[in-house]
């Protein structure tokens, strides 16, 4: 649908890369960083879970893509896209642990009557989210790529033209260490670093309970 051609286009991935299938937004935005050449006109953001951070870069575009996990109630690593008026401004259910911030962000943006022209929101069924310094869960990482297809078509259908790379981008959207290789590489082993929180805080918490509760 090209009824409106894209001024800016801005491809958001909102997430948290040290929760798991949390981090799925954030992956998928680096992985179409690394994948596609896009135009000047196309913004390329990791958002992590700025929230209202965002708006700004959010009204200044416009077309929108957000990549995000989000809670459907589907079974794991089900893809759904969410365009236009179906994305959620206002629900009492939040679908994401950033959907409070991110629809107060789309509810400003109304207000200041600088809303996107076109947004569109593809998000994953989470399957694993309390594994602190976890990866992609294998079900939500096979998704990253029929989630990229599905952006790259939109992209299209606006009117903008990816071109596949031969090789990846010397510069990658995040710091070395954050990359995906590298993170998931140089993850310390159970035994050296807690799966689900700060053990020196929930250790504090769990003074004088049994060991087996106290156990990361």
């Not at 994305?87 to 259910?93: A, C, G, L, N, R």
């Not at 911030?101 to 593809?122: G, Y």
């Not at 689900?196 to 509760?213: E, V």
Request: charged share 20%.
């Amino acid at each position: 649908m090209n009824d409106v051609a894209p001024s800016s286009v801005l491809v958001l991935g909102i997430g948290n890369l040290l929760w798991a299938d949390e981090g799925f937004g954030v992956r998928a935005v680096e992985l179409l960083h690394e994948r596609w050449a896009l135009p000047e006109t196309v913004t390329l953001m990791d958002g992590g879970t700025q929230g209202l951070l965002l708006l700004d870069p959010v009204c200044a575009a416009s077309h929108v893509i957000v990549f995000d996990a989000i809670d459907y109630h589907l079974p794991p690593g089900t893809l759904q896209v969410l365009r236009d008026a179906q994305v959620p401004m206002w629900s009492d259910t939040a679908m994401s642990l950033h959907q409070a911030s991110f629809m107060e962000l789309l509810s400003l943006a109304q207000l200041k009557d600088r809303f996107p022209q076109r947004i569109t929101v593809i998000g994953v069924q989470p399957e694993l989210l309390d594994d602190l310094g976890g990866s992609l869960s294998d079900t939500v990482k096979a998704q990253l790529e029929p989630a990229l297809d599905i952006a790259v078509r939109e992209l299209a259908s606006w009117g903008i033209a990816a071109t596949p790379r031969t090789q990846a981008p010397a510069d990658g959207l995040n710091a070395g260490p954050l990359a995906l290789a590298a993170y998931e590489g140089q993850r310390p082993s159970a035994d050296a670093a807690c799966r689900i929180g700060d053990a020196r805080f929930m250790n504090h918490a769990n003074a004088g309970l049994p060991a087996a509760q106290e156990a990361c």
